[in-house]
């Protein structure tokens, strides 16, 4: 055992925030100890001990060493001297100076002149984050995303986890942060996991070259597809008082109530949207009434109300824009927009707004989502809900047209905080207004008031489950988060009203309740993403990292499920909604749900199922990255694309690099390295904490769908919604089905040699092909860590609880 002389040799300001030492840990020389960085210490996790190290590189964390103060032997006497001399000089010193506050005054500056000139005189430990360099790949690599977090100096900042939001830049070069619950930080993520394991995949002779290899997705990392560095259209010679023909306007009119509103009053649900009164068709301004006196200014105050009709015509236009039916300008709906800024004038001019105003901005921001500018609409959101609070709206200081407005602006803020991974604008506890209710000449409001309970649970999930601003305070831990959102989603899919389920084919004729449905499936592969994304990791590296402890995966096997059915249920229906509405499209909500779900099925090819593997030399083609689903969703945006949307151009890029990445990475022959990774072996393999264990047990009870993933049969029908009891496997069971890892390799290399054989006469040897994996190894490391995963890491890594 350690001595507590020999503790005191290594000390640190921040000792507080490190774990203790081992204290059944044998006595090692001091000069023979390695340093552990204060991330890897508190996550226990292994470091290579490298500046920065291994894990600290691959997760864009400040890799902080503790400072090490040398013990230095000093004889009583001369103690005891030094201490008669401080004090002497102390008294000396408040002799000279009686005043308290001038004498700390000179301490501190005299402090600070031997802290300078120490710090000038020697290096610093720990070098700067900016010049961390990438680890070497088989093909350039870009520097990894800089993860958000405090202040290193305080207490919090070695607890934080890897996964909490990035700094990305766009095109232009601009860094913003995107938070947990972004697309974007799940996309960044995922590039680092496909960058770490690209020598497993790369270079497969049995694999032709193709356009999509996968190269341009890991040259992304760090950055994410965006143009709101770059202004939005801008004419100072627009004219905001001229309008449309009055057929045009009223064509666009009943387009965008379709779209967006109550289907021009055929939806049943009444719509999941209501931003105002897009029936009537406005009255063409007549400026020659005005006195011959009156300003410019003047006039466009008087038809300000013109601007909700001119965002109308900009999303209506957008809306509408195909390959088929392009607009004439092609920058049309842009030109409304601008007209529509020019009568709303200085957005920070608060005299001129008025609660009217609220549905106009509100407006804008959707279509500024549509234009894939989603930082401007989450400005324009802000400005318009801080608006809508002056007004005290939040209150319920309006009748039932004005509260409706509010609730959509409400939905579009919680979809826009979702999208970013930020805070809301506004809490939920500020909000004190009623749903929406039926009223005369009003469309229903079963839509709307199910899509405002919808937006609460995305609020939930992303504030207090993934801890973006939380306001859930009642102690428990993540696992319990997760479940209680589980319920939550549960009980509002079971609550609906007759005119919002669905059919017995996982359909209706109503597109709004279609799409409120869509948002349902993607609240659930939001929630339960980050437990998925963990087991496609662990399931790859057990191909290579053979463990004596099992963190058994089946535990989670239905939260699994239901993110990959989730996925299926969301593809299903946009194909369904395409075909109900002809030649219309899908918006930009429809499309990141498309997006998402594909991604979710391609990984699920990295999942282990209950079917016999053919060889490694000579697989088959992937049965969902070549299945109609994935072929659906690139065919998708590669139509969007024609329309010139680089935000479509690269959704589609992205999906073909990383269908092909995913395709060599399961045609990867395994080379498993049979040693002992991680602790002792626990007596609850896949659980970690007896909260965990009975949310394991319980799991089946709340998820919506409960087959696990080794059931699952690749060409089981994607329009199946039916579900079915699940038995996990017992760790046991598990093992006496599965012979030794070590068996399992030799009958593999035995397997191998005939066709390997063959192969070497065929093709040429190349790295790729005889790449393996050995302990020591950087992949190596990343690999182990990714196995021996335990939930207490997977709760609080990758839900930040």
């Known amino acids: 055992m350690q001595q507590p002389h020999e503790q005191q040799q290594t000390e640190t300001p921040s000792r507080a925030s490190r774990l203790p030492v081992n204290p059944r840990r044998h006595k090692v020389a001091p000069e023979q100890r390695k340093r552990v960085a204060t991330a890897c210490n508190v996550r226990r996790i292994k470091c290579s001990g490298e500046k920065p190290c291994r894990q600290c590189r691959s997760s864009s964390r400040d890799c902080v060493y503790p400072t090490v103060i040398e013990k230095v032997a000093v004889a009583r006497n001369e103690l005891e001297d030094l201490r008669r001399r401080c004090e002497a000089a102390e008294r000396v010193l408040q002799i000279k100076v009686p005043d308290a506050a001038e004498r700390r005054q000179l301490l501190q500056q005299e402090l600070d002149n031997t802290t300078s000139s120490r710090a000038g005189s020697s290096s610093s430990f720990t070098p700067p984050q900016q010049h961390q360099q990438p680890v070497p790949q088989p093909q350039p690599q870009p520097q990894h995303a800089q993860s958000w977090r405090p202040d290193p100096s305080g207490s ?130 007549n400026p020659g009434s005005f006195p011959a006196g009156a300003s410019r200014q003047d006039v466009l105050d008087k038809y300000r109300h013109l601007a909700f009709y001119h965002t109308a015509f900009a999303v209506a236009c957008q809306a509408n824009t195909t390959a088929a039916r392009m607009p004439d300008p092609a920058d049309l709906s842009q030109v409304y927009f601008a007209r529509a800024r020019r009568l709303l004038g200085n957005p920070l001019d608060i005299t001129s707004w008025t609660i009217s105003d609220v549905a106009v901005l509100a407006l804008m921001g959707f279509y500024l989502i549509e234009m894939n500018r989603r930082d401007a609409a989450y400005m324009y959101v802000s400005n318009a809900m801080h608006i809508a609070m002056m007004h005290g709206a939040h209150r319920g200081w309006l009748d039932e047209r004005g509260k409706r407005v509010f609730w959509t602006l409400y939905i579009l803020d919680r979809w826009l905080s979702c999208l970013m991974g930020r805070p809301p604008t506004i809490s939920e506890d500020a909000v004190r207004l009623p749903l929406p209710c039926d009223a005369p000449s009003l469309p229903p409001a079963a839509g709307l008031r199910a899509h405002v309970e919808l937006a609460r649970i995305s609020g939930h999930i992303v504030c207090n489950t993934y801890r973006v601003a939380p306001y859930d305070h009642h102690p428990a831990g993540a696992a319990r988060h997760v479940e209680r959102a589980l319920q939550m989603l549960e009980t509002w899919l079971s609550s609906l009203p007759p005119t919002l389920q669905l059919t017995v084919n996982g359909a209706s004729t109503d597109p709004a309740c279609c799409l409120l449905h869509m948002n349902y499936n993607q609240l659930l592969v939001l929630l339960v993403r980050p437990i998925f994304f963990v087991a496609v990791k662990k399931a790859f590296a057990e191909r290579y990292v053979a463990l004596e402890r099992h963190w058994n995966i089946e535990h989670h096997s239905p939260r699994i499920r239901a993110c990959s059915d989730a996925a299926r249920r969301n593809l299903y229906l946009a194909r369904w909604l395409l075909k109900l509405s002809g030649s219309r499209k899908l918006l930009q909500a429809g499309l990141h749900h498309v997006f998402n779900a594909a991604i979710i099925l391609m990984l699920e090819e990295l999942l282990p199922q209950h079917q016999p593997q053919p060889q490694p030399q000579a697989p088959p083609l992937s049965p969902s990255a070549e299945s109609d689903d994935v072929a659906f969703a690139i065919g998708v945006f590669d139509e969007e694309s024609k329309t010139g949307s680089n935000y479509a151009r690269d959704c589609a890029t992205v999906l073909k690099d990383l269908r092909s990445l995913i395709q060599r990475l399961r045609h990867a022959p395994p080379g498993i390295v049979p040693v002992r990774v991680g602790g002792p072996s626990s007596s609850t393999p896949g659980l970690s904490t007896p909260e965990d264990v009975t949310l394991g047990a319980r799991s089946t009870s709340s998820t919506p769908t409960t087959t696990g993933p080794r059931e699952y049969h690749p060409h089981h029908h994607h329009h199946h919604q039916h579900q079915h009891q699940h038995h996990l496997h017992q760790p046991h069971q598990h093992h006496q089905q599965q012979p030794p890892l070590q068996l399992q390799q030799q009958q593999q290399q035995q397997q191998q040699q005939p066709q390997q054989q063959q192969q070497q006469q065929a093709f040429a040897p190349s790295p790729g092909l005889h790449f393996q994996v050995n302990e020591g190894d950087a992949i190596y490391q990343e690999l182990a860590m990714w196995a021996d995963n335990t939930d207490l890491q997977l709760y609080s890594n990758n839900y930040l609880i």
């Open 156 to 285: 919090d900042a070695e607890a934080s986890p890897a996964n909490d939001g990035r700094m990305l830049s766009d095109p232009d070069g601009n860094a913003r942060f995107l938070g947990e619950t972004s697309g974007a930080t799940f996309l960044d993520c995922l590039k680092e996991f496909m960058s770490t394991v690209f020598p497993l995949a790369y270079n497969r002779p049995w694999l032709s070259p193709t356009p999509n290899n996968g190269s341009t997705f890991l040259a992304s990392l760090g950055r994410y597809q965006t143009y709101d560095s770059r202004p939005v259209y801008e004419d100072t010679n627009v004219d905001p008082l001229v309008l449309p023909s009055r057929r045009d306007m009223s064509v666009m009119l009943n387009d965008l109530r379709f779209f967006i509103q109550d289907g021009s009053g055929t939806f049943p649900c009444g719509g999941i949207y209501w931003w105002g009164d897009l029936g009537s068709v406005p009255v063409d301004p």
